[in-house]
């Protein structure tokens, strides 16, 4: 937010303008700065509630309860590293099912 923009909501909101050292009227310094640290702490929130967000959509697509994370012992994280994990080293054996298959079918076509 600019500077015009905070001023205008403030004076929407009750704010009065002060008489500044340098003998303009402003909002003081400090309503700026208030402003922006709420700005930023919001920003805080939505990322908060993205990386929330999507712990859910992770934690359905490895099947995992998320509060049964945040209650695993050690970091919540190690439940889904295990996790996959795991799915990594079934891929690795279905690959292998898989390409054993293609030989069989290979060896089938050519007797």
Do not use: C
């Not at 909002?27 to 990386?51: C, G, K, S």
């Not at 859910?56 to 919540?76: C, F, N, Q, Y």
């Amino acid at each position: 937010m600019t500077n015009e923009q905070i001023r205008d909501l403030a004076l929407a909101n009750g704010f009065k303008l002060k008489a500044q050292p340098d003998g303009s009227e402003d909002l003081n310094p400090y309503v700026f700065d208030f402003a922006r640290a709420l700005i930023a702490a919001t920003d805080r929130t939505d990322e908060v509630d993205a990386l929330w967000e999507t712990l859910i959509k992770v934690s359905d697509a490895l099947d995992i309860d998320p509060e049964e994370a945040r209650t695993e012992e050690g970091k919540p994280s190690d439940i889904f590293i295990r996790q996959i994990k795991s799915m990594e080293q079934t891929i690795a054996s279905l690959e292998k099912q898989v390409e054993s298959l293609g030989d069989i079918i290979r060896d089938d076509r050519h007797e």
